[in-house]
């Protein structure tokens, strides 16, 4: 951030000035709306603001109610009695989400924007948030079983560690033509693609199990994790765990639990005057490869996604991988923590796993990852679960991430989505200096 | 699962049809001559809206496969092999692997076409080993 590319992309000029997370328990009372307003009011608390100052808005609809019109955004303004300037629909969450907002705010369509998602009410069955949604033709059903490839079963499973007979009915699975047929699930799809990687690098099992066993480990240090208290694991503990779609296991596996995430995007100028340091945008970027779920994924198309992502993320930033401090990976099983790393540029395909296993991922690594134990240990709750990881970024930045702290703590990478979805993206965040 | 009016889709009731049948049956464009799937409105690998439905061999290779032990649903009996097969005519497609052992699919393994009733009855083109896949290509199990 200094030195001869001190000029800066004009997206450092935007900055997250605002972020909340809600309780993330494996189910939660109330409903999606609720959870998603908790957030959203949080976020703007945090920010030092109210809805007043809010111009931009950024979350879909998840019902219960509203109509079936899109944009679902604007249904927000019948629960907050106020208009908007910007909407964004498009993907309203995590790096996309924030990325779009900064977007809007620099072409001068709004100013400030309030970024939140997550759920509450669905994992009962026949629960109004579950009925509601099941019947809005949106096609948020399958968004979220795209971010999601944990269920359920698997929180319930971990939790009360009865995973035999827990119900399998909430696995999220996609329901496109040509997959939906095979009984196939989103763990599926990416242990599609991590078999061919096994296949060709045979990366040592009981390594491969210590990136899954680090984070969690980070995520029963975290008493916001959905798992806290949970563990110590060992890898062993990881290979130990009942297989759900090999080469995964039950553990190798993101939870999918309820909760909110949001966060309120701004300029960095009104974001120096808020409570909290900015956490300003340095890069960003996505890939959209192929539409997530419809055909199955092939190592050889979809093992780099990201790469050009974090190129131009970096080239932004006038950073390299190796600069980061903290690194909130999405982490949806895993293959992908090591294939992000791959993709990163830190080590050469096939030589993620021995690479990690040497430099340490946990918080006296070389590169802390997922530090409140991502989405396999502290939550993942659909449309928020991409939020969740900034939440934790900012607070990273700011030396407020409790247990989980990285001392110092200046540039954080944030990942979205993977190789068996498909589409991948990252923004970096950093200090305001 | 598959609803009762799957061969009457717009883009995919052909294929679907011919499935009904035990006939296997893929995209082929009539301006570049590939074959691709999923069916779209047009070629995706030159843009023609020129395309027909031919028969395929049938014959494929084992890109990759996951054992599902947890399936989305309980019709599903776990555990089951899905696969992505690459066809020798140059399309691939999610499937499952038949007639084989869980331990013993391998990748490169060579499959032949096998219709194999989903859980809801309806008959889905599954693959098995070549060496255990009987009858001419592309017929009915
Ligand atoms: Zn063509």
Redesign the interface.
């Known amino acids: 951030m200094s030195g001869p590319a001190a000029r800066r992309h004009p997206l450092a000029g935007i900055a997250v000035a605002g972020v909340a997370a809600t309780r993330q328990a494996r189910s939660l009372d109330g409903n999606s709306i609720q959870i998603c307003l908790e957030a959203a009011r949080a976020a703007l608390d945090d920010a030092g603001m109210t809805i007043d100052e809010v111009d931009g808005i950024s979350a879909r609809w998840p019902g219960p109610g509203g109509t079936v019109f899109g944009p679902g955004s604007v249904d927000w303004t019948a629960v907050f009695g106020k208009g908007f300037d910007w909407v964004g629909d498009t993907y309203p969450q995590g790096a996309p989400g924030l990325l779009d907002a900064a977007a809007a705010i620099l072409a001068g369509q709004c100013s400030t924007v309030l970024v939140f998602g997550g759920r509450a009410g669905e994992s009962a069955a026949g629960s109004p948030g579950a009925a509601t949604r099941a019947t809005v033709p949106s096609g948020d059903d399958a968004s979220s079983a795209a971010v999601s490839s944990g269920d359920d079963?698997m929180s319930a499973a971990v939790s009360s560690g009865d995973d035999a007979t827990s119900a399998?009915?909430s696995?999220?699975?996609p329901e496109n033509?040509?997959?939906?047929?095979?009984?196939?699930?989103t763990a599926?799809q990416f242990?599609?693609?991590a078999?061919?990687y096994l296949?060709r690098f045979a990366p040592d099992p009981e390594r491969m199990a210590l990136v899954p066993a680090t984070i969690r480990n980070a995520g029963s240090a975290n008493p916001e994790a959905v798992m806290y208290g949970r563990g110590p694991y060992e890898p062993a503990d990881i290979l130990a765990s009942?297989?759900?779609?090999?080469?995964f296991r039950l553990l190798d596996l993101c939870l999918a639990t309820e909760g909110a995430a949001a966060m309120v995007v701004t300029g960095v100028e009104r974001a120096r005057d808020c409570p909290s340091a900015p956490a300003v945008i340095l890069g960003g970027g996505s890939e959209w490869y192929r539409q997530q779920y419809?055909?199955?994924p092939?190592?050889d198309d979809v093992a780099r996604i990201g790469a050009g992502a974090y190129r131009r993320s970096f080239g932004m930033a006038g950073l390299r991988p190796g600069d980061v401090d903290v690194f909130e990976l999405y982490d949806i099983c895993t293959f992908e923590v090591v294939r992000q790393f791959e993709t990163l540029g830190l080590c050469a395909e096939g030589e993620g796993v021995d690479y990690l296993a040497e430099a340490g991922i946990g918080l006296d690594g070389r590169h802390p990852t997922n530090t409140d134990g991502g989405l396999l240990a502290y939550s993942h709750v659909g449309w928020g679960g991409p939020t969740l990881k900034i939440v934790e970024a900012v607070r990273q930045i700011r030396g407020a991430a409790g247990p989980g702290q990285v001392p110092g703590a200046e540039v954080a990478l944030v990942t979205g989505a993977g190789a068996g979805a498909q589409y991948h993206n990252a923004v970096l965040l950093g200090a305001d200096r | 699962m598959q609803p009762p009016d799957r061969a009457d889709r717009a883009l995919t009731g052909e294929f679907w049809a011919g499935v009904d049948r035990g006939e296997l049956l893929r995209p082929v464009c009539g301006r570049c001559g590939r074959s691709f799937f999923t069916p779209q409105v047009v070629c995706p690998l030159c843009g023609s809206g020129r395309w027909t439905y031919e028969p395929s061999a049938g014959r494929g290779t084992v890109y990759s496969f996951t054992v599902v032990h947890r399936p989305p649903e309980p019709a599903f009996e776990a555990p089951y092999t899905l696969a992505v097969v690459d066809m020798a005519e140059g399309w691939h497609l999610l499937t499952w692997i038949v007639d084989c052992p869980a331990d013993e699919v391998r990748i490169g393994m060579e499959v032949q076409v096998r219709f194999t009733a989903g859980p809801d009855g309806a008959l889905l083109p599954a693959f098995a080993p070549r060496a255990a896949a009987h009858g001419p290509a592309g017929a009915a199990a």
Request: hydrophobic share 50%.
């Open positions: 079963a399998v009915a696995y999220t699975r033509e040509f997959v939906a047929c095979w009984g196939s699930l599926a242990a599609l693609v078999q061919v296949h009942p297989p759900v779609a090999e080469p419809v055909d199955p092939r190592y």
